[in-house]
């Protein structure tokens, strides 16, 4: 398997996952004219996509779900109460472009098996998604307030992860934000910060070459050297000891990671 994080932010999120047979996205949270341009950098094509796997139904998961699924006949797969949820606000598809993908199940594509499972957020069903091919597997897990012990089981002993490190608190608490929305984000059904994070992830590392990359950063209230800085000395305070064989990577609301292979 390949991936590319496409983009990832408060602005839009999008994650890239292929094989040498099929192509999918885990969400389409930018404009149709800003997905191409991604695909463009990574020098593949929205048109060679086999699914859209959506997460849930907020606006930056969901804003080019319905421009890309038209366009291209792209099918676009969510559980029940996302498709109900996110209809309204993505516009037709047709009915041989929707597909249900149930919480807590697994379809195969091929030779990749895709896991979805749920998470803890302010959205009416949310679940992300797991990729397994041979023994290679990739772990795609934001928008969560908190990560539990079933998730952990779920993602542990991955080779790639795109995990969530939405803020630092520090900053959060300092911010203009209104109370009720800084009690949003720090709620169990908001999203992790960067130190407990990096205790999840301290939690399900294996000891072989793992690379995880931070995403979901929020805009106003982490950066991108404070996250690396921050979840690294937590992993290390954990035991696990960055550059040995945990690597952490950059992700960016506007440019796409490199392809690069699981």
């Known amino acids: 398997m390949r991936f590319s994080v496409l983009a990832s932010g408060s ?10 047979t099929h192509a999918f996205i885990v969400d389409a949270g930018l404009s149709g004219k800003r997905m191409e341009a991604l695909f463009d950098k990574i020098d593949r094509e929205a048109k060679k996509l086999s699914g859209i796997l959506v997460t849930h139904e907020h606006s930056d998961h969901i804003k080019g779900v319905g421009i890309l699924a038209r366009r291209y006949k792209v099918p676009v797969y969510a559980n029940a109460k996302t498709w109900d949820a996110m209809l309204p606000n993505i516009g037709d598809i047709p009915s041989d472009l929707r597909f249900h993908f149930d919480m807590e199940a697994v379809k195969t ?3 990749i098996d895709i896991q979805s499972f749920a998470v803890s957020h ?7 998604y797991t990729f397994h091919e041979g023994d290679r597997k990739l772990a795609v897990i934001t928008d969560t307030g908190y990560v539990s012990d079933r998730m952990k089981g779920i993602i542990n002993c991955a080779d790639a992860y795109v995990f969530e490190s939405n803020h630092d608190v520090g900053m959060l608490q300092m911010c203009g934000y209104p109370w009720s929305t800084k009690r949003r984000i720090l709620s169990d059904v908001g999203h992790v910060s960067n130190e407990d994070a990096a205790v999840a992830m301290s939690e399900v590392v294996a000891e072989k070459p793992t690379q995880i990359y ?7 209230n982490n950066m991108k050297d404070l996250a690396r ?9 954990q035991g696990v000891i960055v550059g040995e064989y945990v690597h952490l990577h ?3 609301a506007n440019e ?3 392809l690069v292979e699981v």
């Open 109 to 111: 594509f091929g030779s």
């Open 11 to 20: 602005t839009g999120n999008a994650v890239y996952v292929e094989n040498d």
């Open 229 to 237: 800085m921050s979840v690294a000395q937590t992993l290390q305070s």
């Open 250 to 252: 950059d992700t960016d």
């Open 122 to 128: 302010d959205a009416v069903d949310p679940m992300f």
């Open 256 to 258: 796409p990671t490199l």
């Open 214 to 220: 931070l995403s979901h950063l929020s805009k106003d």
